[in-house]
């Protein structure tokens, strides 16, 4: 059974950098597409970035966090982070992993991943 656990969020203030944590039990970089989204109060979840599986250190990002935002993975940790630089309140959301299986065409959206976490705040302001 695959679990997913989001970590360090909180409140910083415009500017500031954060990064976030996402441990995966049961799962595999190698077999598994590890995805980030966000969803803010009366928005849909959108997609933030992705870490694509079988493809080594090939990632994906929203144009909305590009050049911001950052993934990385430990594959010993079983964890995948989201490095997030250059804060600003649009980037206040609860923030979601999620891993999935999905063909590449499938990585920007919800329906290409399977397991969710329980999602860690964000909060931005000064």
């Known amino acids: 059974q695959v679990q997913l656990v989001e970590s360090g969020g909180g409140l910083v203030q415009p500017g500031d950098s954060l990064t976030l944590s996402c441990s995966c039990s049961?799962?595999?970089?190698?077999?598994?597409?590890v995805g980030w989204f966000r969803q803010a109060p009366g928005k849909e979840r959108e997609f933030v970035g992705a870490?694509?599986?079988?493809?080594?250190?090939?990632?994906y990002y929203s144009d909305s966090v590009k050049g911001r935002f950052t993934i990385s993975k430990d594959s010993a940790k079983k964890t995948v982070y989201l490095q997030m630089k250059r804060l600003n309140p649009e980037d206040a959301a609860l923030y979601y992993c999620?891993?999935?299986?999905?063909?590449?065409?499938?990585?920007?959206?919800?329906?290409?991943?399977?397991?969710w976490g329980q999602g860690t705040q964000v909060t931005v302001s000064s």
């Open positions: 999620a891993a999935g299986q999905s063909v590449l065409s499938a990585i920007r959206s919800e329906t290409g991943y399977r397991y």
């Open positions: 049961g799962c595999t970089f190698r077999e598994y597409n």
């Open positions: 870490a694509r599986r079988f493809a080594g250190d090939t990632y």
